[in-house]
T-cell receptor, first 113, second 114 residues
Framework: AQSVTQLDSQVPVFEEAPVELRCNYS??????LFWYVQYPNQGLQLLLK??????LVKGINGFEAEFNKSQTSFHLRKPSVHISDTAEYFC???????????FGRGTSLIVHP | SQTIHQWPATLVQPVGSPLSLECTVE??????LYWYRQAAGRGLQLLFY??????ISSEVPQNLSASRPQDRQFILSSKKLLLSDSGFYLC?????????????FGPGTRLTVL
């Protein structure tokens, strides 16, 4: 079985500041890694995913994430946030060959002007 | 392109009443379908998933049930709602590709049980 830990339930940050949202996972098999964003009262949208290859993955809206196998982490970063980035962010892992993801509990990113 | 629809968008129901939430997907064939529940301040809880017509797997025992009468239709039901059934219900689909599945979510249904 696998598990996902999002270490921060809430991250407040000022506009134009950098941000990092942390995600750690545990799994006995290789996994695929995802970040999703959820704006208020909407469904989730895919931000980016890591399947294989380069450990630095670039996604939509200027976000990127780095897969670190030794630390079993997949932290999400953005060098300069906007007010519109205020949302809930979910990290998810899917074991190779499975179609059932495990989601973290989410991190609420709050961008202040 | 693929789209996913959920309805209704919001629903207020009394305790003990029945429930039917519908999800349909367009633009793809034989998708994997999922029902999630998101309670306030909590993450996503997978309720049911389906890999084909009539094939339903339940992840959490509860008073909810799911059905897949057509390839791209997924229905969440209950005979008698409980207060604890309140939450935000999300339907999602995926298609297995290279052994990894990206999930595509619908807009959700906000259910309040009073």
């Amino acid at each position: 079985a696998q598990s996902v830990t999002q270490l921060d339930s809430q991250v407040p940050v000022f506009e134009e500041a950098p941000v990092e949202l942390r995600c750690n996972y545990s799994s006995s098999v290789s996994v695929y890694l995802f970040w999703y964003v959820q704006y208020p009262n909407q469904g989730l949208q895919l931000l980016l995913k890591y399947l294989s290859g380069s450990t630095l993955v670039k996604g939509i809206n200027g976000f990127e994430a780095e897969f670190n196998k030794s630390q079993t982490s997949f932290h999400l970063r953005k060098p300069s946030v906007h007010i519109s980035d205020t949302a809930e962010y979910f990290c998810a892992v899917t074991p190779g060959g499975s179609y059932i993801p495990t989601f973290g509990r989410g991190t609420s990113l709050i961008v202040h002007p | 392109s693929q789209t996913i629809h959920q309805w209704p968008a919001t629903l207020v129901q009394p305790v003990g009443s029945p429930l039917s939430l519908e999800c349909t997907v367009e633009g793809t064939s034989n998708p994997n379908l999922y029902w999630y529940r998101q309670a306030a301040g909590r993450g996503l809880q997978l309720l049911f998933y389906s890999v084909g017509i009539g094939q339903i797997s339940s992840e959490v025992p509860q008073n909810l049930s799911a059905s897949r009468p057509q390839d791209r239709q997924f229905i969440l039901s209950s005979k008698k709602l409980l207060l604890s059934d309140s939450g935000f219900y999300l339907c999602a689909w995926s298609v297995t590709s290279g052994s990894s599945d990206t999930q595509y979510f619908g807009p959700g249904t906000r259910l309040t049980v009073l």
